[in-house]
C-alpha cells in the first residue's frame, strides 16, 4: 500500500515538474522581444537639415544604445535633402528647417506622418572684427561692411531674405556691394563668422549658441514668418524605425532646447 502511494506521488510530482516546465517554455516563447532584439541590426537612413547637427548627433548615439540599429546620417541643406528625397533616394525619416517641406512631401505623396518638431528664431549674428561696425540690421548698409546671407535652398536663407524686403534692407544691401557670401547651410555662415570672414550674418539662435557666436539683434517673427523645424517619416522606407527614432528625439526634446530651440507645443 505505502509503495502505491509512493508511486502515485511521484507520478504527480512529474506530472507538475513538466507542465510548469512547458508553460514556461511557452512563455518564455511567447514573451515580446526588447527592442534591441527587434531593430538589431537594421539601419535607419535619417536626413538632416545641417543646423541640427549637434542636437541630432546626441540623438543617434542614445537611439543606437537603446535599440542596437545603425544611423547612416545626411546633415544637409533641407531644400537639397528634400529634392533628393524627391528624386527617390533611399530615406526614412527627414528632419527639415522648413515645415514648407514636410508639406510638399505630403503633396509628392511620400509622407507617411509629419510631425511640427521645434521652432527657433532668426538672430544678427556678429564677428569679432564686426561687432564694433554692426549694432542693428540697418547697419549691414554702411560702406564697408561685409554681409553674409545663406543661400535660398537653405530656409535661412530664405526667412533672411523675406526679413530684409520687408524691413526695406535688402535691395540696398546687394547694390552696396556689401553682399559677400551666399553659403549653402547656416553652419556654414556661422564658421565663416567664428573665422572673421565676414562682420555679420543671419542665423538662428539655435547655432549663434551652438557655435558660440555672439548676436546683437534679434528679428521679429512678423518680418521672418514662423520658424518651425519638422519631422517626416518618409512613405515606404522603413516606417517602423523611423517611428522608434522619432519617439526617442521626442523623449529627448531637452537636448535641442539645451542648443536654443523650443519645443513646439503639441
Same mark, same amino acid.
Given at each position: ?8 506521488l511521484i507520478?504527480?510530482?512529474l506530472?507538475?515538474?513538466n507542465f510548469?516546465?512547458v508553460?514556461a517554455?511557452?512563455?518564455l ?7 534591441s532584439a527587434?531593430f538589431k541590426g537594421?539601419k ?5 537639415a545641417?543646423g ?5 548627433d546626441?540623438?543617434i548615439?542614445?537611439?543606437?544604445k537603446?535599440t542596437?540599429a545603425?544611423?547612416?546620417p545626411?546633415y544637409g541643406?533641407?531644400?537639397?535633402l528634400y529634392?533628393?528625397i524627391?528624386?527617390g533616394? %533611399?530615406c526614412?525619416i ?6 514648407l517641406?514636410?508639406e510638399k512631401?505630403?503633396?509628392?505623396? /511620400? =509622407? $507617411?506622418?509629419?510631425?511640427k518638431?521645434v521652432?527657433?528664431?532668426?538672430v544678427?549674428a ?5 561687432k564694433n561696425?554692426?549694432?542693428?540690421v540697418?547697419?549691414l ?5 561685409v554681409?553674409?546671407v545663406?543661400?535660398t ?6 526667412y533672411?531674405e523675406?526679413?530684409l524686403?520687408?524691413?526695406?534692407i535688402?535691395?540696398k544691401?546687394v547694390s552696396s556691394g556689401n553682399l559677400?557670401?551666399r553659403?549653402?547651410t547656416v553652419?556654414?555662415?556661422a564658421?565663416?563668422?567664428?573665422k ?23 528679428? %521679429?517673427?512678423?518680418f521672418t514668418?514662423?520658424?518651425?523645424f519638422?519631422?517626416a517619416i518618409i512613405?515606404?522606407?522603413?516606417? /517602423? =524605425? $523611423? ?6 528625439a ?5 537636448i535641442?532646447e539645451?542648443y536654443?530651440?523650443?519645443a513646439?507645443?503639441?
Amino acid at each position: 500500500m505505502k509503495r502505491k502511494i509512493w508511486v502515485l506521488l511521484i507520478f504527480v510530482l512529474l506530472m507538475f515538474f513538466n507542465f510548469g516546465y512547458v508553460y514556461a517554455y511557452k512563455d518564455l516563447k511567447g514573451a515580446p522581444k526588447s527592442e534591441s532584439a527587434v531593430f538589431k541590426g537594421q539601419k535607419l537612413k535619417l536626413y538632416v537639415a545641417a543646423g541640427l547637427k549637434k542636437p541630432m548627433d546626441e540623438i543617434i548615439a542614445i537611439f543606437e544604445k537603446k535599440t542596437g540599429a545603425k544611423v547612416v546620417p545626411n546633415y544637409g541643406p533641407s531644400g537639397g535633402l528634400y529634392t533628393q528625397i524627391k528624386m527617390g533616394q %533611399p530615406c526614412d525619416i527627414f528632419f527639415s528647417a522648413d515645415w514648407l517641406y514636410i508639406e510638399k512631401l505630403k503633396e509628392d505623396g /511620400k =509622407l $507617411a506622418e509629419g510631425q511640427k518638431f521645434v521652432q527657433d528664431i532668426l538672430v544678427l549674428a556678429v564677428s569679432q572684427t564686426g561687432k564694433n561696425k554692426v549694432k542693428s540690421v540697418k547697419d549691414l548698409i554702411k560702406p564697408g561692411v561685409v554681409v553674409g546671407v545663406a543661400d535660398t535652398r537653405a530656409p535661412v536663407g530664405v526667412y533672411s531674405e523675406r526679413a530684409l524686403k520687408r524691413m526695406n534692407i535688402w535691395d540696398k544691401l546687394v547694390s552696396s556691394g556689401n553682399l559677400r557670401a551666399r553659403p549653402a547651410t547656416v553652419n556654414q555662415l556661422a564658421i565663416m563668422l567664428q573665422k572673421n570672414e565676414l562682420d555679420a550674418g543671419l542665423i538662428y539662435s539655435s547655432v549663434a549658441k551652438a557655435f558660440n557666436v555672439e548676436y546683437v539683434e534679434e528679428i %521679429p517673427q512678423k518680418f521672418t514668418g514662423e520658424i518651425i523645424f519638422g519631422a517626416a517619416i518618409i512613405k515606404g522606407g522603413n516606417e /517602423k =524605425l $523611423a517611428k522608434e527614432f522619432l519617439n526617442i528625439a521626442n523623449d529627448n526634446i531637452n537636448i535641442f532646447e539645451k542648443y536654443g530651440w523650443r519645443a513646439v507645443k503639441k
